[in-house]
Antibody, heavy 120, light 108 residues
Framework: QVQLVQSGAEVKKPGSSVRVSCKASGGTFSGSSVNWVRQPPGQGLEWMGRIIPFLGMANYAQQFEGRATLTADRSTSTVYMELSGLRSEDTAVYFC?????????????WGQGTLVSVSS | SYVLTQPSSVSVAPAKTATITCGGDNIGSKSVHWYQQKPGQAPVLVIYYDSDRPSGIPERFSGSNSGNTATLTISGVEAGDEADYSCQVWDSDSNHVVFGGGTKLTVL
């Protein structure tokens, strides 16, 4: 049973960048997509984009185009999400979640979440 | 962009049935997934492709989808079902995954 393990909490200054990792434990991302979803404090879920690791192909939600970058290291079964130009509104818990290559796919399982706090 | 509308809160007494709706334009033509999220935890899939249940999810959880409304039904509600529930679809027009705003289920 694949589990997704994310990197630890981050505190960042406005204008800086953050990179969050998501590692498959007990398996690989073969044949899967890895999606990134964020959740600001007290708010709902927001999809950021996804990457298909075995293809290296990523697509992004419009509001994150040019600011988010998804990459994959197949040798370590790890996916990375980098978000640049951080602002206070980016303070949120960031989740990775496995899907299939089907765009309609469900997300299961999810990583434990990584809190990114942006403050001067 | 495609919008999914959920009630902000639903309250139900133990052992009763909870119904959580997810409204969207012709949502019946889309595949809907439902997640349960407890405070401080990651979401957990409870229903996928409208009405399928992952292994380990009790039969008390069921789903349906038709017209402009998808519905998550929890029968025989237990205290442990208290959580936020969110629906999800893929919008082919925008090429985006869309989530509903979430519904907080309170067990009285």
């Amino acid at each position: 049973q694949v589990q997704l393990v994310q990197s630890g909490a981050e505190v960042k200054k406005p204008g800086s960048s953050v990179r969050v990792s998501c590692k498959a434990s007990g398996g690989t991302f073969s044949g899967s997509s890895v999606n990134w979803v964020r959740q600001p404090p007290g708010q709902g879920l927001e999809w950021m984009g996804r990457i298909i690791p075995f293809l290296g192909m990523a697509n992004y939600a419009q509001q994150f185009e040019g600011r988010a970058t998804l990459t994959a290291d197949r040798s370590t079964s790890t996916v990375y999400m980098e978000l640049s130009g951080l602002r206070s509104e980016d303070t949120a818990v960031y989740f990775c979640a496995r899907g299939s290559t089907d765009l309609r796919s469900r997300f299961d399982p999810w990583g434990q979440g990584t809190l990114v706090s942006v403050s001067s | 962009s495609y919008v999914l509308t959920q009630p902000s809160s639903v309250s139900v007494a133990p052992a009763k049935t909870a119904t959580i709706t997810c409204g969207g334009d012709n949502i019946g033509s889309k595949s809907v997934h439902w997640y349960q999220q407890k405070p401080g935890q990651a979401p957990v899939l409870v229903i996928y492709y409208d009405s399928d249940r992952p292994s380990g999810i009790p039969e008390r959880f069921s789903g349906s989808n038709s017209g402009n409304t998808a519905t998550l039904t929890i029968s025989g509600v237990e205290a442990g079902d208290e959580a936020d529930y969110s629906c999800q679809v893929w919008d082919s027009d925008s090429n985006h995954v869309v989530f509903g705003g979430g519904t907080k289920l309170t067990v009285l």
